[in-house]
C-alpha cells in the first residue's frame, strides 16, 4: 500500500463532496423530477429587470421581473423583489397578495418564512393597517428574535400607534385642509 493512498482517498472524497454539495445547491428535487433552481436567475428577463431597477425604472423592471417569475414559479426571490417594487410604487394590494401568496408556500425554510413576513409587514405599514403590520413584526420576531429590521419597524409603530397624533394622510391632506379653509370660517374662534 501507498504512503499517499490515504491522502488519493481523502482528495477524492473532497472532490465527490463538492460535486455533490454543487449538484445539490443549484438542483431541487420536487414531485419525482429535477428542478434547477437557477432558471430564473440566468434569465435574461431578471437580468434586464435588475439593470432596469439600478436604473431607477420601476415600470420596465417591474415588467422584466415578472416575465423571468413566469420562467419559474418557485424562484422565491424573484417574487420577493416583484411584491416589493409593487409596494415602492404604491401598489400596496398587489404587493401584499404576492407576500401572502408566497407565506402559503409549505416548503419555506424557517428564515424565508420570517422575510416573507417582514415584507408583508412593510406593506401593511406602506398600507396604513398598522394593527396587521404589528402582528406581521411580532411574529417575524417570533421566528427570528434577532431580527433588527423588524425591531425598528415594531418600535416605529409603536410610536406612531401611541403618539396620540393623527399622522395619516387622509389627516394631512383633507382633514386638516377642511377645518382650516371651511370650518373655522364659519364657526370662528370666538364663537367657542
Known sequence: MSPYAPLLAALVALL???????????YKLRDGRWIDRRRARESPHYILGLNF???NQVDLAIEELSRAASLDADALEVHMILGNLYREKGQ?????????TL????????????????????????????????????EVLRLDPKNEYA??????????????????????????????????????????
Not at 465527490?16 to 443549484?26: D, M, P, S, V
Not at 402559503?104 to 417582514?118: I, N, T
Not at 396620540?164 to 382650516?180: A, N, R
Request: charged content about 20%; aromatic content about 12%; some cysteine.
Open 151 to 192: 425591531l425598528v419597524n415594531l418600535q416605529k409603530l409603536h410610536e406612531y400607534k401611541y403618539a396620540g397624533v393623527d399622522k395619516s394622510l387622509v389627516s394631512k391632506y383633507i382633514l386638516k385642509p377642511f377645518y382650516t379653509n371651511v370650518a373655522i370660517k364659519f364657526f370662528p374662534m370666538s364663537m367657542a
Open 53 to 55: 431597477l439600478v436604473a
Open 16 to 26: 465527490a463532496g463538492l460535486t455533490i454539495g454543487k449538484a445539490w445547491e443549484r
Open 92 to 100: 400596496v394590494g398587489k404587493a401584499i397578495t404576492v407576500h401572502q
Open 103 to 138: 407565506l402559503q408556500r409549505p416548503q419555506l425554510s424557517k428564515l424565508e418564512h420570517a422575510y416573507v413576513l417582514l415584507c408583508l409587514g412593510l406593506d401593511y405599514k406602506r398600507g396604513g393597517f398598522v394593527d396587521r403590520a404589528l402582528e406581521a413584526f411580532n
